[in-house]
């Protein structure tokens, strides 16, 4: 059982930074694979990034170099650095986490616990 909280987001201008806070409760978390998924207005769900219990990490293509994401065991807590922000990056930013068994793990349905999402706008 895991619940899952989001923090961080707000308004960034072009070329800014920003990190994203996935905070988690529950004793098996340490051995989840961990997801950061976005929304944007009137678009799907997209995968953003994603770390293993082993720290194996995967980048989506539209952010790799820019995006890092990272886990802090002992706070129980995934964070997500962002980089260079452009505008395209605006969208509802949401932490899930599973006991994901195959690699790479890009789709929604291989995560059971999702968090209530924070806002994140890049302005031009």
């Known amino acids: 059982q895991v619940q899952l909280v989001e923090s961080g987001g707000g308004l960034v201008q072009a070329g800014g930074s920003l990190r994203l806070s996935c905070a988690a409760s529950?004793?098996?978390?340490?051995?989840?694979?961990v997801g950061w998924f976005r929304q944007a207005p009137g678009k799907e769900r997209e995968f953003v990034t994603a770390i293993r219990w082993t720290g194996n990490t995967l980048y989506g293509d539209s952010v790799k170099g820019r995006f890092t994401i990272s886990r802090d065991n002992a706070k129980n807590t995934v964070y997500l650095q962002m980089n260079s922000l452009k505008p395209e990056d605006t969208a509802v930013y949401y932490c899930?986490?599973?006991?994901?068994?195959?690699?790479?793990?890009?789709?929604?349905?291989?995560?059971?616990?999702w968090g209530q999402g924070t806002q994140l706008t890049v302005s031009s």
């Open positions: 529950g004793r098996a978390f340490n051995s989840y694979t």
């Open positions: 899930a986490a599973g006991q994901v068994t195959v690699w790479p793990a890009r789709n929604r349905n291989e995560y059971d616990y």
